[in-house]
C-alpha cells in the first residue's frame, strides 16, 4: 500500500492541485451566493444533489475521483491513446446530430438519462491530446506547409463541427491551440496574418461598411505618405501596400457578404451576430428585412456590469449582493458566475482571484517549459491556451469589454461537463508532469 | 529543439499578463472609479416603499368628527397565481361578464406582469366586499388589501373640507418631488389648504426587490428606515348641525349662506348651493361622480360662498351710512324727501319701492325701509363732499372706505381660491368715460349695484365689522391644531384683529345698529324676526342680466340679506344670498332666521318648524335657463366627441330634442357629416 501511495504522488506538482481545489472551492461557494435562498438548510442541500451548488459539489466529487485515477494511470496511456481518444471525440461530436437535444439556442448537448453532457466541451480534451502527439513525432516540422496544415485540421475539425451546431463559443476555444504551434515553432507571420484577417471580419460586422472603408483607403494613404522614399526605391512597396488594402476592402466589401449571404445558414448568422450582440443587419437577414432584436444581449451584460461595478473596492459581502442574489443577471451560475465574485468581494475579490488564475497560467507555462517530452509540452502549452482563453473571453464578456460569447469560467461556473473537461485537463497534466523524467518520446 | 522557441514562452506570457491587466484597469474603473454602478444598483434593487401616515381628523366646535378616515378593500391579483378558480363564479359574485374578467386579468399582466399583484378592482362596495370574504378561498390569487379613505360621517360640508385627490404632474413639480405619482393630496378646501399638518410626515421602509420586482425583504435589516408619522387633527368653528341645516335650506337653490362668529372670525357654517355629497367623491364612484358634477352647468362644485361674485345690492346701504356719518356729511337725522324716484341726477332713477313721503325722513327709517334715493343721494353727497379738490378723490375716499370694509380686496380665508368681489378703481371710470364723469355717472354704486361685486363672505366679514363695531378677524375655520406648537405659524393671522383704517366712533355705530334693528323689527324684513333675541339686520335685492343665447336678459332679482344676533353681544353674523329668488325678505331672512335659531336657541321654534323649514328646503328655485344650458353644452359636447371619435352613440340621445346643432351647422358640409354618420352607425348596431 504505502508502495502504491508512493508511487501516485511521487513527482506531483502539489501547487497545481491546491489551485485546482481552491477554485473549485470558490466556484462552489460563488454558485451557492448567488442561488441560495433565505431559509435553505445549507448542509441538507448540499448533500441532497437539489440545490445548483449541491449539484456542483457532487460533480467536483466526480472529478477527484476520476482525478485519482488519472493520477494512478501511466502517463504512457495518454500518448499511446491520443488518436483513439480524437478520434472517439469527434464521433460524439458527430452523434450530437442525430441525438441531440436544443438546449438555450445551441444544439449541442446530449441527454442521458437526467444529464446533460457536451461533447464539444469534453472534445477539448481529445483535440488537446491529439495535437500534442502529433506534434511530437520527430519528422513534424511547424516550418513545413503540410505539417502546419495537418495541425490546423486537427484543431479546427471540432470546430467546424460545432459550428454548425451552433455552439460558436466553444468553437472559438479551438482557436486557442494555435498557441500551442506558435510555441512549438509555427511562424509568427502565419498568427500576424490570420489574427489580421480576423480582426478584419469583426470590424467588418462591428462598423459601418463605409466607415470602414473610410477608414481602410486613409490608413492605406497615410502608410503611402510615411513610406514615400522607400516607395521612390521600390515601387513593389507601393504595390504590397495597395495589395494590403485591396484585401481588407474584398474581405470586407465581398468575402464576408458572399459567406453571409450563401454558405451560413439564417439562423447561424443571426447567432453569430447575437454573439457579438448585435443586431442582423437587413442585408444579411432573409425573411425581408426582419431584424432580429437582440435585446437579450444588451440586458444580460448591462445587469453584469451592475452588478460587478456595484461591489466596490470591498464588496458587498457574501450573500449581500442585491443584483445576483434576487436574479438580476441572468445565466448568473454559469457564464456570468464572475458576476458573483465581482459584486460580493469587490475588486479585492476580483483581484485575487484573477491572481490565482494568472497563478495557475503560469504554474501550467512552467510546468510546461520543464518538460523533457515535446509531448508532455505541447499538452501543457494546450490546457493553458485553452483556460486562458475562457478565462479571458469570459471576464471580458462579463465586464463589458468583448462580445457576448457564451463560454464558461473555468472551474467556477456551474455545469458538470465543463467541471470534468478542465479537471482532466488538468490532471492529465499533474500525470505527465509526474513522470517528467521519464524520457524523451 | 525545445530551446529553439523557449523565449516564444515569455512572448506568451507578456500576452496574457496584458490581457489581464487590461481587465484589472477596467475592473478597477467599474468597481473603484466610477459610482455609476453602484448608484444603478441601488436603484434597481432598493425599493424605497413609502408609509404613509394617517391623515389628520377635522372636527367641528363641539368635538364631532366631520372629517375622518376610514378603510374600504382593493381587491387585488396576481395573475401567476391565478388557477383552476371557478370563473364564472368569481364573475357572478363580483357581477362582472366573464369577458370583462379576462380582459382585467390581461391589464394586470400587461401593465404589472404576472407575478406582482395588482388591482383587479379599487375600492370595493362594501357588499362586493363581503360576499368575497365569504368566498375568497376558492379564489387563489386574489386578494383584499386595505386602503385608508375619507369620509365624511355628516355628508356635509363638501366644500369647506374639500377632497383628496392623485397628486398630479404639475403639483409635484411644483413641490420639487416632495409628492410622488399616486400620493394623496388635498385638492380643494381645507383638506387642501392644511396639507402640510393633515398629512403628517410620511415614513420610508428600504425593500429588496428582485428582478421580477417582487419584494423580497428588509434592505440592510431596516437599519435606514424612517417611521411614519400621522396627520394632526384640525378643531374647526363649524357647528355642523347648523352647516347641515344651511345645506338643507340652500337645496334646490343657486346661492350661498356664510355665518360667522364675530369675535372670532370663526366660521360657524358656509354652504353654497346647488351641493354635492362629498361622500360622492371618496367611495367606488367617485371619478365618476367627479364626472358628473364637472359636467353640471349649475357648478355643484363651485364654492359660491368665497367664489360667487354678487352685486351686493341694498345690503351696501349700511356701509354707505357709517361712511357718511364718519365723513361727517349728515347726522342722523338727516332726511331725504323721496316719493318713489331718485330725480337729482335727472333720469329719474333709481326707483325706490316706498313712495310714500317721509319714509326716509331720518337715517334709521331710510335704513329700515331701505330707501334707494336716500342712499343714493348719501353716496353722491359723500363723494361730491367739498372737502375734497373733485370727484376723483372723493371717490377715491369712498372707495377707501369700502376696501376697509373688507370689499374689494381678498380677506384671507382659510380656503384656497377666494375671490376679492370687485369695488371698482377711478381708473375703471376714466378709461370708460374718457375722464369725463361724476358722482350721477355711477349713483347706483350707493345702492349696491353699477360694478361693485362681492362676495357672500365679504358681505358677512363686513356684518362682523359692525357687530364688533370696527374691527374684524379674517374669517377662518380652524381654531387650533392638535399638538400644536410655537413651529405652528398658519393659524397666527386668524389671532390678530384687523381695526378698520378710519377710527370710527362706537356712537355712529349705534346709530346704523339701531337701524339696522328696525329693518327686522318693522322694516323689510320682518320674516328674520326672533322672539326674545334682537336681530339687526338688512335686506337686499340685486337686478342681475345674465347673456343666453346670444340676448341679455334680465333674470329674476337675487335676494340677500344680512345681519348679526344678538344686538347686545352679537354672536353670529350672517349674509345669504339666494339668487334668482325675488326679495330679500322672501327667501333669505327667514333662512338667516332659522340659522340663528338653530345656532343660538340650539333648535328651531315651532314657527320655523311648521311655517319655513319645509317650504324653503323643498322649493325649487334653480333658474329655469340652467336646464336648458344642459342639454345645449352636452349635445355640443356630444358633436364635439363625435367629430374628434366618429362615435355617435352619445349624439344620438340629442339627435332628437336638440335642433341647435342642425340649426348651428349652416353650411352643408357639417349637416352631411352628422348625417352619413348616423347612417354609417345604423348597419354597425346589427352586428
Known amino acids: 500500500m504505502s508502495y502504491r501511495k508512493q508511487e501516485i504522488t511521487k513527482g506531483i506538482d502539489w501547487l497545481l492541485l491546491w489551485l485546482w481545489l481552491l477554485l473549485c472551492s470558490i466556484g462552489i461557494l460563488a454558485i451557492f451566493a448567488v442561488t441560495y435562498k433565505d431559509g435553505d438548510s445549507v448542509i ?9 451548488y449541491s449539484k456542483q459539489f457532487y460533480f467536483f466529487g466526480l472529478s477527484f475521483i476520476i482525478g485519482v485515477f488519472i493520477l494512478l494511470t501511466d502517463s504512457k496511456f495518454f500518448t499511446a491513446t491520443a488518436t483513439i481518444w480524437y478520434l472517439l471525440g469527434i464521433i460524439m461530436l458527430l452523434l450530437v446530430f442525430p441525438f441531440g437535444s436544443n438546449v438555450r439556442g445551441t444544439e449541442s448537448i446530449i441527454r442521458i438519462g437526467g444529464f446533460q453532457f457536451q461533447p464539444a466541451e469534453f472534445c477539448k480534451i481529445c483535440v488537446c491530446l491529439a495535437l500534442a502527439k502529433y506534434l511530437s513525432q520527430p519528422q513534424r516540422d511547424l516550418g513545413r506547409t503540410k505539417t502546419q496544415l495537418v495541425a490546423a485540421s486537427i484543431v479546427l475539425l471540432p470546430a467546424i463541427i460545432s459550428v454548425m451546431q451552433s455552439e460558436t463559443g466553444l468553437a472559438l476555444v479551438y482557436f486557442s491551440f494555435f498557441i500551442v504551434m506558435y510555441r512549438e515553432g509555427l511562424s509568427s507571420m502565419i498568427l500576424i496574418v490570420g489574427f489580421s484577417v480576423a480582426v478584419m471580419v469583426v470590424a467588418t ?167 523533457r517530452s515535446t509531448f508532455s509540452r505541447s499538452y501543457a502549452y494546450g490546457v493553458a491556451a485553452v483556460f486562458f482563453f475562457h478565462i479571458i473571453i469570459n471576464i471580458t464578456m462579463t465586464v463589458g469589454l468583448a462580445p457576448v460569447i457564451g463560454i464558461p469560467l473555468p472551474f467556477l461556473s456551474y455545469g458538470g461537463t465543463s467541471l470534468l473537461t478542465n479537471s482532466i485537463l488538468l490532471f492529465i497534466l499533474a500525470r505527465l508532469d509526474a513522470d517528467r523524467q521519464m524520457g524523451m518520446r | 529543439m525545445s530551446a529553439f522557441n523557449q523565449s516564444r514562452s515569455y512572448i506568451i506570457k507578456l500576452v496574457f499578463l496584458i490581457s489581464f491587466f487590461i481587465v484589472l484597469v477596467q475592473l478597477f474603473y467599474m468597481q473603484v472609479v466610477s459610482n455609476k454602478y453602484e448608484k444603478l444598483a441601488h436603484d434597481l434593487s432598493v425599493y424605497p416603499k413609502i408609509i404613509y401616515p394617517e391623515r389628520g381628523i377635522i372636527y367641528d366646535r363641539n368635538g364631532k368628527a366631520i372629517l375622518n378616515n376610514s378603510i374600504m378593500y382593493d381587491l387585488m391579483v396576481t395573475p401567476a397565481e391565478v388557477k383552476n378558480i371557478d370563473t364564472l363564479e368569481f364573475c357572478n359574485i363580483m357581477e362582472m361578464d366573464t369577458a370583462e374578467f379576462k380582459n382585467r386579468i390581461n391589464d394586470a399582466i400587461f401593465k404589472n406582469s404576472k407575478v406582482r399583484p395588482s388591482v383587479f378592482e379599487d375600492l370595493l362596495p362594501t357588499y362586493l366586499q363581503a360576499r368575497f370574504e365569504e368566498n375568497s378561498w376558492k379564489f387563489p390569487g386574489f386578494v383584499l388589501v386595505q386602503r385608508p379613505i375619507r369620509t365624511y ?25 416632495f409628492y410622488r405619482m399616486g400620493d394623496y393630496v388635498g385638492k380643494n378646501g381645507i383638506e387642501a389648504s392644511y396639507e402640510n399638518i393633515l398629512m403628517g410626515q410620511r415614513g420610508v421602509q428600504y425593500l429588496i426587490r428582485d428582478n421580477k420586482n417582487r419584494l423580497v425583504g428588509a434592505y440592510q435589516k431596516g437599519t435606514l428606515d424612517t417611521v411614519a408619522i400621522a396627520g394632526r387633527s384640525l378643531r374647526t368653528y363649524i357647528d355642523i348641525e347648523v352647516q347641515q341645516l344651511a345645506e338643507k335650506l340652500l337645496s334646490n337653490k343657486v346661492g350661498a349662506i356664510v355665518a360667522i362668529e364675530p369675535k372670532t372670525g370663526g366660521i360657524i357654517a358656509m354652504a353654497s348651493g346647488p351641493n354635492f355629497n362629498p361622500n360622492d367623491l371618496t367611495g367606488p364612484d367617485k371619478s365618476k361622480n367627479f364626472a358628473k358634477l364637472q359636467l353640471d352647468v349649475s357648478a355643484p362644485m363651485l364654492n359660491r360662498a368665497i367664489k360667487g361674485q354678487y352685486p351686493p345690492g341694498s345690503t351696501i346701504k349700511i356701509l354707505g351710512a357709517i361712511t357718511a356719518l ?60 367739498p372737502k375734497y379738490k373733485n370727484v376723483k378723490e372723493g371717490y377715491t375716499v369712498w372707495q377707501n372706505y369700502m376696501n376697509s370694509f373688507g370689499l374689494g380686496v381678498k380677506l384671507g380665508i382659510d380656503l384656497p381660491s377666494e375671490d376679492k368681489g370687485n369695488i371698482p378703481d377711478t381708473v375703471v371710470y376714466n378709461k370708460d368715460y374718457r375722464s369725463r364723469w361724476n358722482s350721477c355717472t355711477n349713483l347706483t354704486l350707493g345702492i349696491g349695484q353699477d360694478k361693485m361685486l362681492a362676495t357672500p363672505l ?51 355705530y349705534e346709530i346704523v345698529i339701531g337701524g339696522m334693528q328696525d329693518v327686522v323689527e318693522r322694516g323689510t324684513a320682518g320674516n328674520a324676526r326672533i ?34 344676533a344678538p344686538r347686545e353681544n352679537p354672536k353670529i353674523a350672517i349674509a345669504i344670498v339666494v339668487e334668482n329668488s325675488g326679495f330679500g325678505n322672501t327667501w333669505a331672512a327667514p ?79 357639417e349637416r352631411k357629416v352628422q348625417t352619413s354618420s348616423t347612417a354609417a352607425l345604423l348597419p354597425k348596431k346589427h352586428f
Open chain 1, 44 to 52: 441538507q442541500a448540499l448533500v441532497g444533489f437539489k440545490t445548483d
Open chain 1, 205 to 371: 460586422l462591428l462598423i459601418e461598411k463605409s466607415t470602414l472603408f473610410f477608414f481602410l483607403t486613409s490608413l492605406a494613404l497615410v502608410t503611402i505618405y510615411f513610406l514615400r522614399r522607400q516607395v521612390k526605391k521600390k515601387k513593389a512597396v507601393l504595390f504590397s501596400v495597395l495589395f494590403i488594402w485591396l484585401l481588407c476592402v474584398s474581405i470586407q466589401r465581398f468575402a464576408v457578404p458572399f459567406f453571409f449571404k450563401q454558405v451560413l445558414k439564417p439562423h447561424q448568422v443571426e447567432r453569430i451576430f447575437s454573439t457579438i450582440g448585435k443586431d442582423v443587419p437587413v442585408e444579411y437577414s432573409l425573411d425581408g428585412g426582419i431584424v432580429a432584436k437582440n435585446k437579450d444581449v444588451h440586458y444580460n451584460v448591462k445587469q453584469s456590469k451592475i452588478a460587478i461595478g456595484s461591489g466596490g473596492f470591498f464588496g458587498k459581502g457574501l450573500l449581500k449582493g442585491t443584483q445576483t442574489r434576487y436574479d438580476f443577471v441572468p445565466e448568473q451560475r454559469t457564464d456570468f458566475i464572475f458576476c458573483a465574485i465581482g459584486e460580493g468581494f469587490g475588486f479585492m475579490g476580483s483581484f485575487v482571484l484573477i491572481g490565482l488564475y494568472v497563478l495557475l497560467l503560469f504554474r501550467i507555462i512552467l510546468l510546461a517549459e520543464r518538460q
Open chain 2, 153 to 177: 360621517p355628516f355628508n356635509a360640508a363638501a366644500h369647506i373640507l374639500g377632497y383628496i385627490g392623485e397628486a398630479d404632474t404639475a403639483q409635484i413639480r411644483r413641490t420639487g418631488n
Open chain 2, 326 to 385: 364718519d365723513e361727517g356729511i349728515i347726522t342722523e337725522k338727516f332726511g331725504y324727501n323721496c316719493n318713489g324716484r331718485y330725480f337729482s341726477c335727472g333720469i329719474g332713477k333709481p326707483a325706490c319701492s316706498h313712495h310714500n313721503i317721509g319714509h326716509a325722513a331720518n337715517l334709521r327709517m331710510a335704513i329700515a325701509n331701505s330707501c334707494n334715493s336716500y342712499f343714493t343721494h348719501l353716496y353722491r353727497m359723500t363723494v361730491d363732499n
Open chain 2, 458 to 508: 365679504q358681505l358677512a366679514n363686513a356684518m362682523c365689522i359692525i357687530a364688533n363695531k370696527g374691527f374684524y378677524i379674517t374669517p377662518h375655520f380652524v381654531s387650533k391644531i392638535d399638538g400644536e406648537t410655537a413651529a405652528d405659524t398658519v393659524l397666527n393671522r386668524y389671532r390678530t384683529k384687523h381695526e378698520i383704517s378710519a377710527k370710527i366712533s362706537d356712537s355712529l
Open chain 2, 531 to 564: 322672539p326674545g333675541i334682537t336681530v339687526c339686520g338688512k335686506t337686499g335685492t340685486a337686478e342681475n342680466k345674465k347673456v343666453i343665447d346670444g340676448k341679455v336678459i334680465q333674470l329674476a332679482d337675487h335676494s340677500f340679506f344680512v345681519c348679526f
Open chain 2, 591 to 669: 333662512i338667516a332666521k332659522m340659522i340663528m335659531e338653530k345656532y343660538l336657541n340650539d333648535s328651531l321654534s315651532t314657527e320655523s318648524q311648521t311655517k319655513w323649514l319645509d317650504y324653503i328646503s323643498s322649493k325649487n328655485l334653480l333658474p329655469s335657463y340652467l336646464k336648458r344650458l344642459q342639454t345645449k353644452t352636452d349635445s355640443v359636447r356630444a358633436f364635439d366627441w363625435f367629430k374628434l371619435t366618429k362615435d355617435s352613440s352619445y349624439i344620438k340621445k340629442y339627435k332628437r330634442t336638440n335642433k341647435i346643432s342642425d340649426k348651428g351647422s349652416k353650411n352643408k358640409k
